[in-house]
């Protein structure tokens, strides 16, 4: 199994059959671990096998499952900037999309001519829908989906940000409103897969309230409150920051002032952050996953059905 992992380092489809292969021989061999009734030394013995067994098990499943993942990121990693912070979904709403596309590269964000096939929110649903389909092909448990997918969108949520915290062009009204649609496509699709639970959705949320509060009233010390009091997955350094690369987008916008950035730093002192006060994401954070206890029903011999090709008919079903 270690052989075939190492061959299929790109296969997605492949890796996931893997994936459910270790995990069900993992599991099958806790079903069946050695009763009492045993002879105490030969118990001894075979429940030390098996536990060595089961441990190299349990480490086979998480490379299997960490490789999945690693296939999705490397695909993910090239789409994510253009396509969250860079397209023009909602058509129109920003008179500068030319000048987006063109953009000089900042961390990690390629230059990209005018004309040429951007990558869009459907890149990312469509690089999604590929791991989605190989976790439900295999008949891995939802649970497990859920700690994968939670891991995409933060990797997701990660990279928009950092990306956002270091571009000056991204800190406007209509940017911030073509970023939340964005993200609503990606709530809506995983809504839709049920996928909504075990942290998915909220990971994102980051990413959502810096949208927001390019949105949202910079003027008054109400204003100020509001943003404290909504933006509560934002560090204090994070919405200093985008405060102070936040541009006018029209002449109907102004510019927010030092004096209203201060009222804010204020404010953020009081609050109970529980946020660490660093400006970036770790975009290689990852987190623990617990594969649930599956093991499949008992059959017996009579059930199972053996494939001439395996040449095999030789053994008698007992």
Request: glycine share 4%.
């Amino acid at each position: 199994m270690k052989t075939a992992l190492k061959k299929q380092t790109n296969d997605l489809n492949m890796t996931a059959l893997w994936l459910k292969n270790v995990c069900l021989l993992h599991d099958l061999l806790i079903q069946h671990s050695p009763k009492q009734s045993l002879d105490s030394d030969e118990l001894i013995s075979m429940t030390t096998d098996l536990s060595d067994l089961i441990r190299s098990l349990s480490d086979l499943c998480i490379q299997a499952y960490q490789q999945l993942l690693s296939i999705t990121e490397t695909q993910l990693q090239k789409l994510i900037v253009p396509a969250l912070l860079e397209s023009e979904t909602i058509a129109g709403l920003s008179g500068l999309a030319g000048k987006l596309v063109v953009s000089r590269k900042r961390a990690g964000s390629d230059p990209r001519p005018v004309g040429a096939d951007a990558p869009t929110m459907a890149s990312v649903l469509r690089q999604l829908g590929a791991l989605h389909t190989a976790l439900s092909c295999q008949s891995l448990p939802l649970s497990l989906a859920e700690q994968a997918f939670r891991q995409m969108t933060y990797l997701i949520c990660a990279c928009a940000l950092n990306n956002l915290l270091l571009r000056k062009d991204m800190c406007c009204w209509s940017r911030g409103m073509q970023i939340r649609y964005n993200v609503s496509l990606l709530e809506e699709w995983l809504r839709s897969r049920g996928l909504q639970a075990g942290g998915t959705v909220a990971t994102l949320e980051p990413l959502i309230q810096a949208a927001q509060l390019l949105q949202v009233g910079k003027k008054t010390a109400a204003d100020a409150q509001a943003i404290v009091r909504t933006c509560t997955a934002l560090s204090s350094t994070q919405i200093v920051k985008i405060l102070t690369l936040y541009t006018p987008h029209s002449d109907l916008d102004e510019k927010v002032t030092i004096n209203f950035i201060r009222t804010v730093q204020e404010l953020v002192k009081g609050r109970s952050d529980t946020q660490p006060a660093q400006l970036l994401l770790d975009v290689r954070r990852v987190f623990p996953v617990t594969f649930p206890y599956s093991p499949p029903p008992a059959l017996s011999a009579e059930e199972l059905v053996i494939p001439d090709s395996l040449k095999i008919s030789f053994l008698r079903r007992a």
